[in-house]
């Protein structure tokens, strides 16, 4: 099956006045859309067509040579794009509790030291790409990536992300990134966040 963009959780002003609507209607409808007709596109006809987009990004070694830079930028941004909106909600922000909680603290030292960590990994991104927590199978990691690229392509799992690309904050921002990353806190869902963490130490 051709993938699809997945419906918002929420409606597009849901997030103001953390994200505005125009953004959230440009970035989900526009940019999304196109990352997976390109996807889709690049696929088509090939095996790997109906492999979870996670499977595809995990492995793109196995993806055609002629095709892989393609399914790189584009399954890659269907994927984040789709774990970006998961992570986000109206009734989101404040600090994660629990196990998860617990791994942040031993980490990286405290909420606020790990807040600090993601947000300079994302301003010092060099222009468009991620800040991601991970977990990399022996704990929790601040990474950053390029582009659309995805940590699964380096053996480590996703558990939160941060857009970087202009497109995801310029509307209302303009060039002003930390501002956003700093707004960007108050939609964090989580409880999303936290069932990814269990599911990655299973």
Known sequence: MPYEVPPLPYDY???????DEATMRVHHDKHHQAYVDKANAALEGTELADRPIEDV?????????????????????????TLFWESMSPDGG??????????????????????????????AQFGSGWAWLVHDGAG??????????NPLTDGK????????????????????????IDAWWSTVNWAKVAERFEAAGS
């Open 157 to 180: 799992t996703p558990l939160l992300g941060v857009d970087v690309w202009e497109h995801a904050y310029y509307l209302k921002y303009q060039n002003k990134r930390p501002d956003y």
């Open 94 to 123: 404040g600090e994660p509790d629990g196990g998860l909680a617990d791994a942040i603290a031993t980490a990286f030292g405290s909420f606020s030291d790990f807040q600090a960590k993601v947000k300079d990994t994302g301003v």
């Open 140 to 149: 929790l990691a601040v990474v950053g990536t390029p582009n659309q690229d």
């Open 13 to 19: 002003a849901a997030l103001e006045p953390h994200i």
């Open 57 to 81: 990004i995990a492995n793109l070694s196995d993806v055609p040579d002629d095709k892989r830079t393609t399914v790189r930028n584009n399954g890659g941004g269907h994927l984040n794009h």
